[in-house]
């Protein structure tokens, strides 16, 4: 396995495989790497000759900077679990690297004002700028996402259909812990009683969907949504919507139940296929 940190280096293994007929596929990350990370490079490693991790805490898509300060990082042993997961390459970056000077940035412009856009302006200007960069960059073949992640997974389809037609996007679908929690490099971040808690909120939460009339129209249902949530403590959003197309149209059938809700200071987010 290759740590690489500079891109001229990186292109010239990522040329040599090309040259070689190999297809790339390409997890991108920002560490503290769990078994949902795993499922994405598992299925990478599956899927083609080669695969390349990165690993980047990319400071512009935080708009908290204590947020930034206190995410999780673990270096060795994140080199460790790629080793044992057959990684070929980690390209591990500085911000200088990812941008230069000279860098232009680009703006998101889907699904703005909803769900996690809402609560964290510019958050996501901050993902497409950094994956436009890592995917003209790295030119893999396939790009592998995580559903864990529903609106982010939502706006690179967008960015891939619009600047890079010739990647594949590969969707992942959320792994989760014996107890039904979506994994998380943030779930490091909790206590012991605070982990108890969520798992509560979590059961309560598919109770509480489980019961619902999957024919209900997505008006009525976060009407029901509203009342559940109004007894837990600080929450951003908790709403169903439409998992096609994020807007609140249409029924149980086809949507999703998304929520951002806090324990402390730190913020988990998690959407459920009904
Ligand atoms: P992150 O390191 O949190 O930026 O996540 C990197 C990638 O892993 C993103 O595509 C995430 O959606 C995905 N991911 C994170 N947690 C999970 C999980 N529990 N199951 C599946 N994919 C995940």
């Not at 460790?80 to 941008?99: G, L, Q, R, T």
């Not at 976060?222 to 009342?227: D, L, S």
């Amino acid at each position: 396995m290759l740590i690489i940190k500079d891109i001229y280096n990186l292109q010239t293994y990522l040329n040599a495989y090309r040259d070689k007929g190999y297809s790339i596929g390409y997890v991108p990350t920002m560490g503290a790497l769990h078994e949902g990370h795993r499922s994405l490079i598992e299925k990478s490693c599956n899927d083609n000759q080669k695969t390349i991790i990165s690993i980047f805490i990319n400071e512009k898509q935080f708009n908290d900077a204590q947020d930034f300060e206190a995410y999780p990082r673990n270096k060795g042993d994140d080199y460790n679990f790629c080793d044992k997961h057959n990684v070929d390459i980690i390209f591990e970056p500085s911000a200088e690297e990812i941008y230069p000077k000279e860098y232009k940035s680009i703006q998101n412009s889907h699904f703005k004002n909803i769900l996690c856009d809402q609560y964290r302006p510019g958050h996501f200007d901050g993902v497409v700028n950094v994956l436009n960069r890592l995917f003209n960059i790295i030119e893999s073949n396939k790009v592998y996402f995580g559903e864990k992640d529903f609106q982010q997974l939502k706006i690179v389809e967008n960015l891939i259909k619009e600047n890079f037609p010739n990647l594949k996007l590969v969707p992942v679908s959320t792994v989760r812990s014996t107890e039904g929690i979506a994994l998380s490099s943030r779930n490091s971040k909790l206590s012991k009683k605070q982990m108890t808690d969520f798992i509560s909120f979590q059961k309560e939460v598919i109770q509480f969907i489980t019961h619902l009339d999957k024919k209900a129209d997505l008006i009525e249902a976060n009407k029901k949504a509203e009342e559940f949530i109004k007894s837990y403590e600080k929450f951003d959003y908790f709403e169903f919507r439409n998992a096609t197309n994020l807007s609140l149209e249409g029924s149980l059938v086809e949507a999703r139940l998304f929520y951002a809700i806090y324990k402390s200071s730190v913020r988990l987010i998690d959407n459920i296929r009904l």
